[in-house]
C-alpha cells in the first residue's frame, strides 16, 4: 500500500513541476544584427522570434519569452503609446522546443557593412 502512495505521490509531482524553457532574447536588433543572451522563461512562456519594419524600411528583430497567448500574432507600436501613429510592426512567431529561436550568425551582408562603415571613419579622420 505504501509503495502505491509513493508512486501516486511520485507521478503527482512530475505533473506540478514545471518545466523551464531556455531561449535566447534579443530586446532590439537591426537588419541581421541581433545580439543575443540566454533567458530563462517563465511558465506558460514559449521561445519567440520576432520579425517587423519601422518606417517601412528599417527591418527590425526581436528575440525571447512570451506568454503563449500572445504568440503568432502582429501588433503595432505606437508613440506615444495612447496616440495613432504607428512607430513600427512586429510580428512574433512561437516555438516550442528549447533555444528553439536560435540566434543566426552574422551574415555576409552584416560584415561588409560594418567593414565599410570602419573603413569611412578611419578615412574620415585622415582627411580631417
Not at 514545471?18 to 530586446?27: G, K, P, R, S
Not at 544584427?33 to 522563461?41: A, F, M, S
Not at 495613432?84 to 512586429?90: D, E, L
Request: with cysteine.
Amino acid at each position: 500500500m505504501n509503495r502505491t502512495l509513493l508512486g501516486i505521490f511520485a507521478v503527482a509531482l512530475c505533473f506540478t513541476v514545471a518545466h523551464t524553457l531556455q531561449c535566447y532574447n534579443c530586446d532590439i536588433g537591426f537588419w541581421d544584427l541581433c545580439v543575443t543572451t540566454k533567458q530563462t522563461c517563465n511558465a506558460g512562456e514559449l521561445c519567440y522570434s520576432g520579425v517587423g519594419k519601422a518606417a517601412g524600411i528599417i527591418k527590425l528583430k526581436m528575440k525571447g519569452c512570451l506568454k503563449e497567448a500572445d504568440c503568432n500574432k502582429t501588433s503595432d507600436v505606437n508613440f506615444p503609446p495612447s496616440s495613432n501613429s504607428s512607430i513600427y510592426q512586429m510580428t512574433k512567431t512561437c516555438c516550442y522546443g528549447e533555444l528553439c529561436n536560435a540566434a543566426p550568425g552574422l551574415s555576409l551582408h552584416t560584415l561588409t557593412l560594418a567593414a565599410a562603415s570602419i573603413t569611412s571613419l578611419i578615412i574620415s579622420k585622415v582627411l580631417v
